[in-house]
């Protein structure tokens, strides 16, 4: 099938800092990505969905200047956590359409200290 | 809104053990079902789907069936293996498969 490659794996950040994660679509083309971010115990929780060439569709409750998202090509989405907080700490993970079924990354684990 | 519940883990198996992870399911319209797996360090891997009322989905020996009745899409194996250990996700989707709604994930160890 299909491959969604993330990175990186993991990360640790100080607090007020800005990280950046990559999400590439490796053999396939992806006019749309989605970011998920999955606290301990609870739900993979859709954040936004991201579009190539414009701009991201955020949930409800997602703060969109907090996490910036850029889909500048058919194979990369980025998602930026800017001024990180100890409460953004969590599990980011992004997937990618291809055909009817849906690929995900392997996800990243963020901690922010 | 639309919203899954799945079984907390961790759920502990000796190998050939029988496996139920019970999944149940609100959602507003007529949604597909899916069970995922995620294994250490990879991504998550469909195992199975259903994309209405009464399909069974099944794969490596996992099967799930799309309950209307019961708003329920259990996972089930006859006899798990070392190798099955994992974390499962319980998964409902629109018709275009864009947005998906998720379980909170049931880790699964199966012991030799």
């Known amino acids: 099938g299909a491959v969604v490659s993330q990175h990186p794996s993991w990360v640790i950040c100080k607090s007020g800092t800005s990280v950046k994660i990559e999400c590439r679509s490796l053999d396939f083309q992806a006019t749309t990505m989605f970011w998920y971010r999955q606290f301990p115990k609870q739900s993979l929780m859709l954040m936004a969905t991201s579009n190539e060439g414009s701009k991201a569709t955020y949930e409800q409750g997602v703060e969109k200047d907090k996490f910036l998202i850029n889909h500048a090509s058919l194979t990369l989405s980025t998602l930026t956590v800017t001024s990180a907080h100890p409460e953004d700490s969590s599990f980011y993970i992004c997937?990618?359409?291809?055909?009817?079924?849906?690929?995900f990354g392997q996800g990243t684990r963020l901690t922010v200290v | 809104g639309d919203s899954v519940t799945q079984m907390e883990g961790p759920v502990t198996l000796s190998e050939e053990a029988f496996l139920t992870i019970n999944c149940t399911y609100t959602a507003t319209g007529y949604p597909s079902l899916f069970w995922y797996v995620q294994y250490p360090g990879e991504g998550l891997q469909l195992l199975l789907k259903a994309t209405k009322a009464d399909d069974k989905g099944s794969n490596k020996g996992f099967e799930a069936t799309y309950r209307k009745e019961t708003t329920s899409f259990h996972l089930e194996k006859g006899s798990v293996q070392v190798s099955d250990s994992a974390v499962y996700f319980c998964a409902l989707s629109d018709l275009g498969f864009n947005k998906f709604y998720f379980g909170s994930g049931t880790k699964l160890n199966v012991k030799p």
């Open positions: 997937s990618a359409q291809e055909n009817t079924e849906a690929f």
